[in-house]
Each structure stands twice: as structure tokens, then as C-alpha cells.
């Protein structure tokens, strides 16, 4: 299959995989996040158009973001698999496999990246949101309000030092924010799924924002944040658990 091929498949991909989730689906699994046995991990297609999250996160940034980082991502880590036993291998089996694992760090922060980017993406809608619902309901028992929630995230968000992300999770339908750095994940904590997560590198704020990270980070909880996923991502954790 050449290179054409494979981005036109990972794009067709990508959009059903989107399609499924903003229906509800309770699975953020399979082809989502799907390595190719036969021809490696390939990006998925972003679930709107470059510009949709403008002016929140403009086309220029989304181009470089999604097209150079996220697209080098899977290009190191298709070059790093070759020949080695987790060629093939699911996305999140080739992270879990991975972490924690000093001579596989490599292979880690790239597959990481991969996931936890296209989680990021699909954290965002061009029409923001507000939560709902039995996710709302966990909300309100976790924090005290959605309010408190968002204050919560937003902590999460700028105490992280330098790279990370801030990450919305549940666990035994309980629902926290976190934070991790680099490329650390909560997909690789037992029982924990990860539900929203927020990108707080420098890349995918500094072009439309510079330093002002609080600023980026506001306006993506007031305005960006898909709800909708954050929503199935919890039915699944609430099912996990029947």
C-alpha cells in the first residue's frame, strides 16, 4: 500500500471512528486509536476541519500541531516498531507495553504521543458544550458543580510544569482531574479511563496565544471542549464496572 493509500485509509478511519463516538458509543478503543498489522500506526483524520476551532485554536496552529507533531509521532514510531516484537500491535497494547520501561522510552513517549493526541483532538468540538446527564450528575458528586469542575481542570492545567497535559478521568465512577507530563498517560493506570484531556505543550498554544497558557486554557474549557465525548468516554468507565 503506499504512503497515498495509507493516509486516505487513516482519514476514512479517523471520520468513522469520529461519527461512532459523537453518537455515543461507550468505547474509545478499536479503530480510534488501531495500529495496521500490516502496515503500521497511521494518524487518524482530525474530526473537523483545520479551522473549526478558530479563533480558540486557528488553522496555523492546528497545521503545525496535527500535520508536524502529531504526524512526526507516527512516523518515528512506525520507524522505532519495524522488526520488533510489537509491530502490529494495538496502539494502546504497544503504550501499555512500553511504560515504565527505561530501554523503551522511545518507543513510549512516541506511541504515547500518538494516543494522547488523537484523545486531544477528540476532546475538542468547533461547538463547545456543556456537561449532561449522568456525566454532569458524577460532576456535581466529584467536585460540588460543573463549576468546580472546570476550576479543577484549569488547576490541573497550569500547575503542570513545563510540558504535559490536564486530563478529566474517572475510576470507579468517580470522576478527578489530573495532570501528567510529557508523554505520561493515565491509560496506563489500572482502572483509571481517561474522559477530556487538555494539551498544555507549548505547541499547541504558543502560535495563537505565546506565554499566555491560562488564556488558552480558559477559553478551551469555555468553549472548546467536547462534552459529548467526555460523556461516552464515562458511560464506558460507569459500564466497566457492572
Not at 185 to 205: F, K, M, N, S
Amino acid at each position: 500500500m503506499s504512503k497515498q493509500a495509507r493516509l486516505a485509509a487513516g482519514a476514512r478511519l479517523g471520520r468513522r471512528s469520529f461519527m461512532t463516538l459523537a453518537a455515543g458509543a461507550v468505547a474509545v478503543r478499536g479503530s480510534l486509536f488501531a495500529a495496521e498489522a500490516a502496515e503500521g500506526v497511521v494518524l487518524p483524520a482530525l474530526p473537523y476541519a483545520q479551522d473549526a476551532l478558530a479563533p480558540v485554536v486557528t488553522a496555523q496552529t492546528v497545521s503545525f500541531h496535527y500535520g508536524k507533531h502529531h504526524q512526526g509521532y507516527v512516523n518515528t514510531l512506525n520507524k522505532l516498531l519495524a522488526g520488533t516484537a510489537l509491530a502490529g500491535k494495538p496502539l494502546e497494547e504497544i503504550v501499555r507495553a512500553t511504560a515504565g520501561q527505561a530501554g523503551q522510552a522511545a518507543l513510549f513517549n512516541n506511541a504515547a504521543q500518538i494516543w494522547n493526541h488523537t484523545f486531544y483532538w477528540n476532546s475538542l468540538s468547533p461547538a463547545g458544550g456543556t456537561p449532561s446527564g449522568a456525566l454532569a450528575e458524577a460532576l456535581v458528586r466529584g467536585f460540588g458543580s460543573v463549576d468546580a469542575c472546570k476550576a479543577a481542570l484549569t488547576e490541573a492545567a497550569l500547575t503542570q510544569f513545563g510540558s504535559g497535559w490536564a486530563w478529566l478521568v474517572a475510576e470507579k465512577g468517580q470522576v478527578r482531574a489530573v495532570k501528567t507530563p510529557n508523554a505520561e498517560t493515565p491509560l496506563t493506570q489500572p482502572g483509571v479511563i481517561p474522559l477530556l484531556t487538555i494539551d498544555v505543550w507549548e505547541h499547541a498554544y504558543y502560535l495563537d496565544w505565546q506565554n499566555r497558557r491560562a488564556d488558552y486554557v480558559k477559553a478551551v474549557i469555555d468553549q472548546r471542549l467536547n462534552w459529548a465525548f467526555a460523556a461516552a468516554n464515562f458511560a464506558r468507565s460507569v459500564a466497566g464496572q457492572a
